[in-house]
């Protein structure tokens, strides 16, 4: 498919930056990220991903992880699992 349409976009420099590091990590541009996300929309018939607001229990626990408190768990998914919820006798 050729490429002959252009999309301008004003984002902050510092973001700009900090997703590029990333997408570098594993291979890819902005150009390819936004193509794919183009795509994802069209077959989706929507965004590919949830757009919405969280929660205040959300919103609190995220607050909470940010002033990094919060709790870590280590192990293996079944053990972190086991700890968060009582497992069924």
């Not at 590029?20 to 990590?25: D, G, I, P, Y």
């Amino acid at each position: 498919m050729p490429k002959n349409a252009t999309i301008n976009a004003r984002v902050d420099d510092k973001l700009k930056a900090r997703a590029e590091k990333v997408l570098a990590r594993v291979g890819v541009n902005t150009t390819d990220v936004i193509t794919m996300l183009l795509h994802q929309i069209v077959l989706r018939d929507g965004v590919p991903f949830d757009v919405t607001i969280p929660n205040t229990e959300t919103r609190k626990a995220m607050a909470e992880l940010e002033a990094g408190k919060g709790q870590v768990f280590t192990g293996s998914t079944r053990e972190t699992f086991d700890r968060i919820v009582k497992p069924r006798k």
